[in-house]
């Protein structure tokens, strides 16, 4: 496992954006898919996006796809989450995973991946 730790999170107003950032420590941070998920009071956790270890692949849930970039820095052990266009509903506690995998991410992978080191979440508050 890994440690995580999120940082990144705040207010900001429709339209605007963020980027969340995800420290992990170890020496194995490229063995690893990593994922953001959020939740939202009252709801369910939501996978939000994975990138495979290498960064050579993606996954976005539909409700984000095309404003939240995820990427991945391996020399400094650090996921990265860029949130562009952010609307009310993006609202929510964001926490980064890690899931030990070393191959493509595909969407039904992505779901599936066991995630078993976690962040401590980070607050994102998006206002209308």
């Known amino acids: 496992q890994v440690q995580l730790v999120e940082s990144g999170g705040g207010l900001v107003q429709a339209g605007g954006s963020l980027r969340l950032s995800c420290a992990a420590s170890g020496r194995t941070f490229s063995s690893y898919a990593m994922g953001w998920f959020r939740q939202a009071p009252g709801k369910e956790r939501e996978l939000v996006a994975v990138i495979s270890w290498s960064g050579g692949s993606t996954y976005y849930a539909d409700s984000v796809k095309g404003r939240f970039t995820i990427s991945r820095d391996n020399a400094k052990n650090t996921v990265y989450l860029q949130m562009n266009s952010l609307k009310p509903e993006d609202t929510a506690v964001y926490y980064c995973?890690?899931?030990?995998?070393?191959?493509?991410?595909?969407?039904?992978?992505?779901?599936?991946?066991?995630?078993?080191?976690w962040g401590q979440g980070t607050q994102v508050t998006v206002s209308s």
């Open positions: 995973a890690a899931a030990r995998w070393k191959s493509t991410i595909t969407a039904g992978l992505a779901v599936g991946l066991n995630y078993d080191s």
